[in-house]
């Protein structure tokens, strides 16, 4: 009697260690992702739902499963992870080069096939391979407030760099609100900090991305300073920021456009 139970105790510990390896082959036989990639995603998945309990709020728009960028508020080091898992499939994401050179760093980043970039000043070469990523039909991942937000602010001021993107590839940008990220101060200080973090996406904007040489008619007001091109791309991503203050339920928070003394009063368009 007591070696059958014996048996039976064995056999539901094989069992149970034989449930998340079946789970992580359906995954990896389901997903677009290389084996590497998997890899990598998995531990950051299951960290996600079991220590950070992602979960999302509403659906996610049908153009996530086209071209886009993905454009998000930022008040964690783990951000992108987040947004990796909102999106479902690979998202391209800026990364400063000493990081893709980086011994260490590297070897993980190479994989994941991030876009390097120069910390300071504009990175032409990089914003090429974004909007040409974009018009192949991928998805950039990037955040106009350029640094983590630690204020009780919403948002931080913006930059229009998403925008850009956006309308030289001809592809929407889908807002994202974040939630609850957990952050304290360092970068690896998320990995240590339980949470519940929410998912919400807002509208595309716009459902069909004009031209550069065609702005938006105007929701905000901007200086003289702000003519054709920019022009548009300011208002773009205007839009996005008042969907996003409206998705953190702060409708009559004021948006500013950083790198600039232009200044854009946010309007609620409820």
Known sequence: MLETSGILSGLWIV???AMPIGYLIRLIRQSTYTLKENCLYFPTYLVGRLWWRVHFLNEPPTEIRRGAILVANHRSSVDPFFV???????VHWMVAKEYCQHAIFGAVLKPL???PTNRSGIDTSATKQAIRLAKEGRLVGMFPEGRINRTVDPLLPIRSGAALVAMRANVPLIPIWISGSPYDRTV???LFIPARVGITFGTPIPEKTPNTTDAPSPTTECTGEETGKDFGVDQLILQ???QVVRLAGQPRFQVQLAGSKRRARHQDNS
Not at 84 to 90: C, K, P
């Open 84 to 90: 990796q898992l909102a999106a479902g499939r690979r």
């Open 113 to 115: 096939q991030v876009i």
């Open 240 to 242: 996005w920021a008042n």
């Open 188 to 190: 690896w200080s998320p």
């Open 15 to 17: 069992l149970l260690a």
